[in-house]
């Protein structure tokens, strides 16, 4: 109880939302394993994808709670530029753990950047997942899709009820 | 297990698929088809493969894992499989069993690599159960120390695959078409392939295995045997669905030529 409030105070401090895993609980786990981290300011999708909407572009990767599901990065294929993604369907993938995860797009739109750091440094979607491990920039087509999605509050009680689930 | 018994326990359904000496290309395009376009749970065994064949996983790359010289001049086609994990050669000594699951029928597995992985552990090891020193070890499925069974999955949004390579028995000539890979279980040490793997052969008689994980499987669903003929029924069409496929000459000496 006392490592969730300092986790809790934590966040509160970094402007973090968070929710214990249940399943990163285990005798010696660390602090940086007790929680996945949500972010204020994003949205989510229930297959764990982030969405950051900055005027005419919005940033996609996959959440906290994806990559300490998934494990080591070890590959990731994304999409070509000027290419479309359509909410809810593939337009990547991540390998990790002999297995391959694909990546769902939250909204609809034309891709106007990827990020190539992810070529020779997958590992940055594990240790950066909202920042330098984000996957696409995507010039929205309809930005209504955005209001369908998750705030923070919404998304780390999905989590929670889903790792409670199992 | 009588199917009304089954019912009554409300098990979910499992197709199961019995094939022998399938060419692995049209096995993993089976997989992958069944995989996207069918709703149904679905196991396939497949006993050996036609001809000795590599298959690389998803992020592969042949300079880094083949000994290309020999590769090519024995003419040894070389596959890119859809699911993720490392590189095999397999032959008609390997047996092939995949499992395909709607992650809503197999409500304790979460869908992801580690959940997959445990569970199918915990399946082989009903398979395996009196045969010492067998576990799941970091992703391998070994007798001690000594690797027999590779794995591999593709997760996708509602379903998942976790297909395993079953060494019943190898050429040990053929090994020497892989390279040590750069990234290796923990438990390999610095074993070459020849003191890292065994044959299951060893261990247990052919038609045992089949048959125990048929019986393993069915304890957690209800298996309905389709033939190979009748699967089209089961999927939808689907226009360049497939990612896994066959590297041609001209892409392996490439990437020899790069780097030389």
Known sequence: MA?????????????????????????????????SSVLEGLKYANSHEWVKHEGSVATIGITDHAQGHLGEVVFAELPELNSSVSKEKNFGAVESVKATSEI????????????????ESPGLINTSPYEEG????????????????????????????????? | MSLSRAKDLGLPLMNLVRLKGIPILEQLHLEERLLRTSSHNWCIVNDGTDVPTIVMGMSGKPAQ??????VMEDRIPVIKRFTGGGTVIVDKSTMFVSLICNKDDVPNVQPYPRS????????????????????????DYVFGDRKFGGNAQSIIRN???????????????????????????????ERDHTDFVCRMKDYIERSDFVEKTIKAVGNQFTLKQVNLKDID??????????????????????AMADTS
């Open chain 1, 3 to 35: 490592l969730r409030m300092w986790a809790s105070s934590t966040a509160n401090a970094l402007k973090l939302s968070s929710t214990v895993s249940k399943s990163h609980l285990s005798p010696g786990f660390s602090i940086s394993r007790c929680f």
């Open chain 1, 104 to 119: 769902l797009s939250p909204i609809s739109g034309e891709v106007v950047e990827v990020n190539t750091k992810l070529t």
């Open chain 1, 134 to 166: 984000w996957m696409i920039k995507v010039k929205p087509s309809n930005p209504a899709e955005l209001e369908t999605l998750m705030g923070p509050k919404e998304y780390t009680k999905f989590c929670e009820d889903e790792d409670a689930a199992h």
């Open chain 2, 65 to 70: 894992l083949l000994e290309l010289g020999p």
């Open chain 2, 116 to 139: 997959v992985m445990a569970w199918s552990g915990s399946l082989y090891g009903d398979v395996f159960n009196g045969i010492n020193g067998f576990q799941l070890r970091e992703n």
């Open chain 2, 159 to 189: 379903r998942w695959i976790h297909h395993t390579s079953f060494l019943w028995d190898y050429n040990v000539r053929n090994m020497a078409y892989l390279k040590l890979p750069s990234r290796v279980p923990q438990y390999r040490l």
């Open chain 2, 233 to 254: 029924s089961y999927t939808k069409a689907e226009n360049n669905l497939k990612t896994t496929r066959l590297l041609t000459l001209e892409e392996l000496e490439k």
